[in-house]
Every structure is written in structure tokens, then in C-alpha cells.
């Protein structure tokens, strides 16, 4: 149930830790696992920002940046065909860009298999564990 | 004169005696009053039998006696059906196919048998495509064939709960990784969300079985669970 104003974790080394969600892209319902919307960036990790500039890890969004995103937990609870129900307990997004792949290179924490089968595989082989 | 006209006017009071006595005229308007005598409802005339045949359209139609009152039509009740109850039968029937030995049955049916998986327990079940789910039972759903059991754990330190038909034929096996050493006093632990009850990940523990378990059974993997 992410829709305007949903504050969601990102969870991937693009530079952005929170991200506020303004638009559900080609739905007209709260967004769930394995679809786009768009973010604003409200935090952003703090590591190679100031110090060093061109460090190799350094933030490729920042604060105030407008963003695709795709949707990869959703603490509304899920019902997979075969008829279990699957909940995380927090929103969390991964930044893309306009072409659909993501902006960071690696990604912390656990994912939604549902992303397979919406063409966001890249996303779900970048992720250390799906359930 | 004087003398006549008192003794007139004397015997004027037996005028009341010679005159009939008045009586209350009958209801015809159709209310009745409380002053009003009940009378009992006309019998009903009965139809002229010899009336000609042209003059039956002039009675009202009530009257006629070609129409009597309706016949309602009586059928018969239903066969009875061939079970007494066939959602029951239904559901045994489906559950006879999906768990043909009853061990899952027994296995889940925590009112019944006392060695079934409990809330509180940390059970493993692993799916047909291979990937395992390992967590803390939060509650068992005990709906016949629809029987569902809600696992808790933490990965990546993210809390995923999962709810899992244990009938499923998805459901290639479900391990009891840990009893609950006190039993709950609760049948559904979902103040285990919160953080302060929160039992973290447990990932560790079903390691550790795994562990175990290899070492009894030997280097194979997977199988039944040996407890």
C-alpha cells in the first residue's frame, strides 16, 4: 500500500537512505511489490558525500533528487497463487532509471520473488536473499 | 275544570305504560360503537342453484361458483441427498487426497495430539521448488483442508512473516526445528511484531539443527524430520 507521501527505506548504494513516494506509475491503486513509482529523495547516506568527493562510493542521487523507483517489500501482507501470504515489516524501494535498471550496484537486504516475473530479475539477482 | 286538568295531567305518566317500548335502532352504517348490540356475521346465501346461465355474469365474481378457491399445489419433499452433511464430506475427501497418511493432520492439529507443532515453536518447512522458510509459529489456522500456519523470522535483520497452507502440495515437508521450552499461554503470539517481544532472527538455531541433523542422518540433506 504505497501511495503520496508513503515513506519508503531504499536499500541499495545509490546514495539515498529514505525516499518519499509521489506518484504510482500505470496503476491507479497504492503500489505494491514489483511496481514503479516515483520518489523524492528526503535522506541520503552520509558516507563519501563531503569528505571525498570521488571516492568510488559516492552518492550518486541527493537530497531533493526526483526518481524512479521500483517497489521490492511492502509491509501489506501478499497472497502468492499457491495461497500463502508473505509481509515484511518495512517499505523499501531500489532507485532505476528512466530505462528500468537500477541506479546502485549493490543492494542490502531481503527482497520479494514476486519482482521475477516483472521484468525486474536484474533486481532480484542483485539482492543477497528473496523469500 | 281545574279538577279535570290535574287528574289529566296524573294519569299522563301511564301514557309511558301504554306506549311500546323504543328500540335501539340497528347498526347500518357499519361502525360499531360500544353502545352497539354484536350480532353474528350473516350466514353466507347460498348460490341459486336453478339460475340460468346468462345471469351469472350479474353476480360478482366472488360468488360464481365456478371459481372456487385456488388449489395450492402440494409437492412432495426432496429426496433426501445421499450424505447427511457434503461440505464435511468434501472436506474429507480433499484432505484424504492431499495428506493420504494423516501425518500432516497430526502434525498440526495442536488441540488434538500432543507432540504437533505449537505457537511458539520454530518450524522449517521446505517448499517443492527447493527454497526452505524457517521461522517462529505465530499462529495455526486449524481450517481442514484450508489449515494455515503464520511463521515469523527476521532476515537481513527485516522482519518477513509468512503464512503457509500446510496442505499445499507445495509443501514438499515441515521440520520442527525447536520446541517452545514453556507453553504459551496464548494461541496466536502476534506480540511477537512488536520490538520489545521480538525474538530476532533465527536463522542460527535452524543452522544448527541442520547441522545436527547431518551429522545423525549423515551427509544427505532434506527427508522427514528425526525428533
Known amino acids: 500500500m504505497i501511495q503520496l507521501k508513503t515513506m519508503l527505506n531504499c536499500i541499495d548504494n545509490s546514495g539515498a537512505a529514505v525516499v518519499e513516494c509521489v506518484q504510482v506509475l500505470k ?13 523524492v529523495v528526503q535522506k541520503q547516506r552520509n558516507f563519501g558525500s563531503d569528505s571525498t568527493g570521488n571516492s568510488g562510493i559516492a552518492n550518486k542521487v541527493r537530497r531533493g533528487d526526483i526518481r524512479h523507483a521500483v517497489v521490492v517489500r ?19 524501494c531500489v532507485l532505476i532509471n528512466k530505462a528500468g535498471e537500477p541506479i546502485g550496484t549493490r543492494m542490502n537486504g531481503v527482497v520479494a520473488t514476486e519482482l521475477r516475473g ?12 528473496h523469500v | 275544570m281545574a279538577n279535570s286538568s290535574s287528574i289529566l295531567q ?13 328500540v335501539t335502532p340497528v347498526n347500518t352504517t357499519g361502525r360499531r360503537m360500544l353502545t352497539t348490540a354484536w350480532s353474528a356475521k350473516p350466514a353466507p346465501i347460498p348460490f341459486p342453484k336453478e339460475l340460468p346461465e346468462q345471469f351469472h355474469d350479474q353476480i360478482p365474481k366472488r360468488f360464481r361458483p365456478d371459481l372456487a378457491p385456488k388449489k395450492i399445489k402440494i409437492y412432495p419433499p426432496p429426496a433426501q441427498p445421499k450424505c447427511k452433511d457434503p461440505i464435511d464430506f468434501i472436506a474429507q475427501t480433499q ?11 497430526e502434525l498440526f492439529d495442536y488441540r488434538r495430539h500432543a507432540r504437533s507443532v505449537k505457537p511458539g515453536d520454530i518450524i522449517r518447512v521446505t517448499f517443492k521448488n527447493g527454497d526452505p522458510f524457517a521461522g517462529v509459529v505465530l499462529s495455526i489456522k486449524l481450517r481442514g483442508a484450508d489449515t494455515s500456519v503464520l511463521m515469523r523470522n527476521q ?20 521440520e520442527i526445528v525447536q520446541r517452545t521450552q514453556k507453553r504459551k499461554r496464548r494461541a496466536r503470539l502476534y506480540y511477537l511484531r512488536q520490538p520489545r517481544h521480538d525474538m530476532g532472527s533465527v536463522e542460527n538455531l535452524v543452522a544448527n ?3 545436527q541433523k547431518r551429522a545423525l542422518t549423515g ?4 527427508g522427514n524430520r528425526k525428533r
Open chain 2, 10 to 22: 296524573q294519569l299522563g305518566c301511564f301514557r309511558s305504560l301504554l306506549t311500546k317500548p323504543r
Open chain 1, 118 to 129: 516483472r521484468q525486474w530479475s536484474k533486481i532480484l539477482s542483485l539482492a543477497p536473499m
Open chain 1, 27 to 39: 496503476k491507479k491503486r497504492p503500489a505494491t511489490v514489483g511496481d514503479r513509482i516515483v520518489v
Open chain 2, 209 to 211: 539443527y541442520l547441522r
Open chain 1, 74 to 92: 511492502a509491509r501489506k501482507e501478499m497472497q502468492r497463487p499457491d495461497g500463502s501470504i508473505v509481509r515484511f515489516d518495512d517499505n523499501a
Open chain 2, 219 to 222: 551427509a544427505k540433506m532434506g
Open chain 2, 155 to 174: 532476515l537481513t535483520r527485516v522482519g518477513v512473516e509468512m503464512s503457509v497452507k500446510v496442505f499445499s502440495p507445495n509443501v514438499e515437508s515441515v
Open chain 2, 95 to 105: 484432505l484424504q487426497k492431499l495428506d493420504p497418511s494423516g501425518k500432516r493432520r
